[in-house]
């Protein structure tokens, strides 16, 4: 019997907050990582911290210290990265936490006890530190929200959207959302649009699964379902382009078909996001 493979997950978490994925749950994101029942040898993120706002700030403080406390109680090892702050020559002021040397070498350095490694991240400067996990025999996936390197995700063993995964992103405005239930809302992709009747099928992730490769709902083993969509439940704002383009990511609710029986309508069609756009 082929042993388990050891996983190894590295979060570039202020690329994530800044592109999209601000309050993106390292809950789910780790039981996304065990999908295909691994052993999570490695669960590192790499989180940015202001002192001196600290210092100001008793509130930011606070907070800060109570989510790090959170996500290591979800069983992830915390490399804080400080604030640093920098003057140009017209005496504007920015600050930068940059994380990617630590997270690279942290990667490199424990790859020689992982099969498969996830990187959250979108930054392209993870190119080569992808290729050099490749040739040392791990599997290398990809998780992203907006502004993803193309060329990144193509180097990537695998790309997925963080957008698309159940829950890891939480939708803001329905707290007590039930992802994947009548009434619920989720995000999806188009998979068949035709103009010409005014309807197509939009496809979205049901739940994790350790099957994510078998993408046609009609496989009793497939995570994904398949939703009906008139084009009336379409915003103005998405064109029939974005519709035929499986990079558009969109948000709807679904509802119960009266046509089909344990069918499902997508309501309320909306942009999420097009990756890259």
């Known amino acids: 019997m082929p042993s388990l493979p050891r996983v190894g997950v590295y ?45 100001e700030d ?16 979800f069983g992830w090892k915390i490399t804080v990265k400080h604030v640093r702050r920098y003057t140009d020559e017209a005496g504007n002021v920015s600050t930068k936490a940059n994380a990617d040397l630590d997270m690279a070498v942290d990667a490199m350095l424990q790859a020689e006890k992982l099969e498969q490694v996830i990187l959250v991240t ?25 502004n993803v390197s193309r060329q990144l ?24 959302n039930e992802w994947g239930k009548p009434g619920s809302c989720v995000r999806g992709v188009c998979t068949k649009w035709f103009p010409d009747k005014g309807y197509g099928f939009l496809r979205f992730m049901s739940h994790i699964s350790p099957n994510l490769w078998t993408v ?52 309320n069609v909306r942009l999420a996001f097009g990756i890259n756009r």
């Open 153 to 176: 995700q193509q180097e990537a063993d695998a790309f997925w959207s963080g957008f698309l995964i159940p829950d890891l992103l939480p939708v803001s405005y329905e707290p007590r």
């Open 122 to 146: 979108g930054d392209g400067d993870f190119l080569q530190v992808v290729d050099a996990l490749q040739n040392r025999g791990c599997r290398v996936e990809l998780i992203g929200f907006k």
């Open 216 to 267: 046609d709902p009609r496989d009793p083993t497939s995570p994904y379902v398949s939703v009906f969509c008139h084009a009336n439940e379409v915003a103005e704002d998405v064109s029939e382009d974005m519709l035929l383009n499986r990079e558009t990511i969109l948000e709807f609710y679904l509802a119960e078909s009266e046509q089909k029986d344990n069918g499902l309508v997508a309501q």
């Open 58 to 73: 008793p509130e930011y403080k606070k907070k800060s210290r109570a989510y790090q406390q959170m996500v290591r109680d």
């Open 11 to 55: 979060v570039d978490a202020e690329n994530i907050r800044y592109n999209g994925g601000y309050q993106m749950r390292y809950d789910v994101l780790r039981n996304f990582a065990a999908r295909q029942d691994g052993i999570l040898q490695r669960l590192n993120t790499y989180i940015a911290y202001d002192a001196q706002r600290a210092d």
